[in-house]
């Protein structure tokens, strides 16, 4: 079904904040829509009165957590999340074919987040520590020699 034809159950609230869809062939790209738990709910029962469609709920039971502070609009993250995702849909069309490649990229992906981050609390440690000695409140002159009083790590 197009994807219009689902947006169009959310309601003229929803709708009026909701991008575009754009399709090149075979394919369905839109802005990530404005909803609420409450909209898709809300969604969800209107298929179910204004069409023939059947509306079940699944079960399953998700736990939420904050994954990143950053999201596809920086390079790095949409070029090791959205990037290579859109990579692999061309290569593995279907779903089965997929999981080993998903399995193999998710410990790829988890070490370039983790490694990142690493880098992130290093820089920041290090540009910390260059302040503290350049202001003088970890360091002091002691005749010609710089006596620094504290460790970079600390």
């Known amino acids: 079904m197009p994807l219009e034809g689902l947006i169009v159950f959310l309601g003229r609230e929803v709708l009026a904040r909701a991008g575009r869809v754009n399709q090149p062939p075979d394919l369905q790209i839109s802005y990530v829509l404005p909803i609420t738990e409450a909209n898709f709910r809300e969604l969800l029962t209107r298929i179910k009165k204004q069409s023939n ?3 079940r709920i699944d079960p399953t039971e998700f736990v939420i957590k904050k994954f990143a502070d950053e999201g596809s609009s920086t390079p790095f993250v949409a ?13 593995f069309p279907d779903v089965v074919s997929r999981e ?4 193999a990229y998710e ?3 988890m070490n370039l987040l983790n490694t990142r981050s690493s880098a992130k609390t290093i820089s920041t440690m290090i540009q910390t520590h260059v302040q503290n000695v350049a202001t003088g409140t970890v360091a002091r002159l002691d005749g010609p020699n710089i006596r620094v009083d504290e460790d970079v790590e600390t």
């Open 79 to 91: 070029c090791i999340c959205m990037g290579i995702l859109r990579l692999r849909d061309a290569v």
């Open 107 to 109: 410990f790829v992906m």
């Open 53 to 55: 469609m059947t509306v």
């Open 100 to 103: 080993p490649f998903d399995k």
